[in-house]
């Protein structure tokens, strides 16, 4: 069962998953720190690369399934145009209104 985006316990969080659905980088990049990283099943990868080539260049959307960790974890069906559609994980590190850094891969 899905868990309507509206929904979503944290709401840096769910801004960012409105942003990734949206396709709407701008809004996306604003809810991050100027240092923001990311890392994508278990590998540290360039996060401007990565949002273009696996989000906003590709049709990303996500559809959340279960939050834990204060809305800080996701289980998420998401999608692309280049790798179709997996069950992955998202996990948030929020710092003053703006994500520091997020993980995801494969769950």
Known sequence: MTIATAKLSDPIVRRVVEAINAHDRTAFLGLLTSDATMSDDGSDRNLQEWIDREIFDAGG??????ESDGGHTLLARFRNDTWGEMSTVW?????????RRFETGQA
């Not at 959307?61 to 279960?66: A, E, G, I």
């Not at 996990?91 to 994500?99: A, L, P, Q, S, T």
């Open 91 to 99: 996990r948030f590190d929020v710092e003053d209104g703006h994500v």
């Open 61 to 66: 959307r996500m559809d959340v399934q279960r």
